[in-house]
């Protein structure tokens, strides 16, 4: 049964119906029929005044399963402006305002203020619309909570003395290193006497490793729609297999046989997802495109692409992670990894952003030839059966033509050149820390991802030192000192910066052959001071010889005892 859909019957429902109070339910009756089983289980446990851990498949309803008994709790508190009544911690900016998008809509009909501070902005604006404004729900990264308490703990402190609920979404994050010391100053500073929720699609953690949420009796609840898989039951899962020389073809033929489908691409970096954006909008013409990524673009400009995306019918959005979990956009239909993802339970986050809440979604990925253990890795370790699909206009030679069609798009500009270097030195950085490297070393074909990135050059690294098989790189003949930014300024900034470099190496050369010749100078003045004047080696020679003369004359008795006295004095 689709995790969309509720096994719960008519009963179940009801019950949990008559929990909620009239306000809640206009709101949630716009825009929906009955409630998930998510939303009934964890929904029930938290108005019953329990801890929740809940594990439910992507795109299941876990967002109102949380809100709807929130909302509930804070109607029957009757909050003061300042007073903070819960507090739901998201591990991106993004996710946070998709949830307070949720949220709004029941905020206003009940009265009370949400209030977002997910960083992107500077924290001094942020403190002082927090002092000045109110918040009644608060939805936070940690990262920027953190730099609030840091600045203003006793203000923050006192709002969160009403505090009665705390959401912890995609809380299997949390146990990243990244969130541990701002995790464990926010939970010191709320009420220890609360409701604490954790959400996820997959909850690694053990019970124990929970603690630190400061659960108590927690409920587990965990939804699936069978036994085998924790994946929506409308998702279809893919692979298709290749030379890795051949990936981005395979990528670009799969999405030109679907021209009138939405795609969400995964890419593993960054730069990889500005590198093929590049590349993707002189491949695929007419086909409006999209990318998202952490660094380099701000919160605005990534809350625009991801709106302009939602918008598009057949659009291509090329993405690092920052979309893989809990953005909901409900008709993508295909989600595309280009790369393993680094961490096995990542597979079923980025999967999940398709077949959202019941409705049909396909996902698909692209492995190379020597990476097939990986099907098996994931079906064992993440429970995720992938069905085999070809792409049958893929070729070799065609993989080839657009390997040079990507060293021709480099060459028109420097920019895209170094993306393309930059992109595939952070693949394979990424790439040697994916977890199942731990499980088992799942090679790589070096010189087939330097093919499939289209590069001209194989970059040093310190990942591929121990490589033997990197001669089989085709290296381009093209001087790429040659080619030109297409930014008349980054040129312009380009040649002096060579100018400079070379009249530096001249100068160097010129101070080098001064102190060679100065050397030179020197050392020829030392050997003429120790050389002994022609004379004395000669003498020197010379005595040596006149003492052989004088031992022979000696010998024959040649000389009186009176010259050898002489002699020898
Ligand atoms: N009771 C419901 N009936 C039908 N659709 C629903 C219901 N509740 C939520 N939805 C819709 O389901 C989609 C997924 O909801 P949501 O994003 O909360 O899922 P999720 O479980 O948090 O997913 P993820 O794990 O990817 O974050 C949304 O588009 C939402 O509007």
């Excluded at 008559?18 to 998930?36: H, M």
């Excluded at 969400?264 to 960054?270: M, Q």
Aim: glycine residues 4%.
């Amino acid at each position: 049964m689709a995790s969309g859909e509720s096994k719960f019957g008519s009963v179940a429902q009801r019950t949990f119906r008559e929990r909620l109070s009239r306000e809640i339910l206009e709101v949630f009756d716009q825009s929906f029929k009955k409630f998930t089983d998510v939303q009934v289980l964890s929904g029930t446990h938290l108005l019953n005044h329990s801890d929740v851990v809940v594990e439910s498949p992507t795109g299941s309803g876990k967002t109102l399963s949380f809100l709807l008994p929130l909302f509930t709790i804070l109607q029957k508190k009757k909050l003061q402006k300042n007073e903070i009544g819960a507090l739901i911690l998201s591990p991106s900016r993004e996710l946070a305002t998709q949830i307070s998008k949720v949220a709004l809509p029941y905020a206003e009909k009940l009265g009370l203020t949400v209030r977002t501070s997910t960083g992107g902005n500077k924290i001094e604006k942020d403190l002082k619309n927090f002092k000045e404004g109110s918040a009644n729900i608060l939805i936070a990264t940690p990262g920027r909570l953190y730099s609030m308490l840091e600045a203003e703990r006793a203000h923050l402190v006192r709002c969160f003395r009403s505090l009665e609920v705390l959401i912890v979404d995609e809380a299997d994050r949390f146990s990243e290193s990244q969130f541990e010391v701002a995790l464990k100053d926010i939970l010191a500073s709320l009420p220890k006497q609360r409701r604490t929720g954790l959400f996820s699609a997959t909850q690694t953690k053990q019970y124990d490793e929970m603690a630190s949420f400061g659960l108590r009796n927690a409920k587990k609840v965990k939804v699936t729609h069978s036994e085998e898989t924790v994946v929506p039951s409308s998702l279809n899962n893919f692979y298709t297999s290749c030379e890795t020389s051949e990936k981005t073809l395979r990528c670009l033929e799969f999405i030109r046989q679907r021209p009138d489908k939405k795609f969400l691409i995964f890419y593993p970096s960054c730069s990889a997802v500005q590198y093929f954006h590049q590349i993707f909008t002189r491949c695929l013409t007419k086909r409006p495109l999209f990318r998202v990524f952490g660094k380099g673009l701000n919160v605005s400009q990534r809350a625009t692409q991801i709106q302009k995306f939602s918008e598009s019918s057949n659009g291509v959005m090329l993405s690092t992670d920052v979309m893989a979990r809990g953005i909901d956009i409900s008709d993508i239909d295909w989600v595309i990894q280009f790369e393993l993802p680094k961490l096995s339970s990542w597979f079923i986050h980025r999967a999940g952003r398709t077949a959202r809440c019941g409705r049909e979604g396909n996902a698909l990925i692209i492995i190379g030839t020597e990476q097939l253990a990986y099907v098996n890795f994931v079906s064992q370790h993440e429970k995720v059966a992938l069905k085999e699909i070809s792409v049958p206009t893929s070729s070799a030679r065609k993989a080839e033509e657009l390997r040079q069609k990507m060293i021709k798009i480099q060459c028109s500009d420097r920019a895209i050149l170094e993306a393309g270097t930059r992109a595939f030195v952070s693949h394979i950085e990424a790439y040697v820390k994916h977890d199942c490297n731990i499980v088992f070393f799942i090679d790589l074909d070096v010189v087939g991802l330097a093919n499939s990135y289209g590069l001209l050059r194989l970059p040093k690294m310190r990942e591929l030192a121990q490589r033997k098989d990197l001669e089989k790189f085709d290296r381009s003949s093209i001087e790429t000192s040659t080619i030109k930014y297409a930014d008349p300024k980054l040129e312009a900034g380009r040649e002096s910066a060579m100018e400079e470099k070379h009249e530096r190496k001249v100068s160097v050369l010129a101070e080098k052959a001064k102190k060679e010749k100065l050397k030179l100078a020197k050392k020829n003045k030392h050997k003429e001071q120790t050389k002994a004047p022609k004379r004395k080696a000669d003498d020197s020679g010379d005595d040596i010889h006149s003492d052989i003369r004088l031992m022979k004359k000696i010998k024959k008795g040649k000389l009186s005892k009176q010259e050898i006295k002489n002699v020898l004095n």
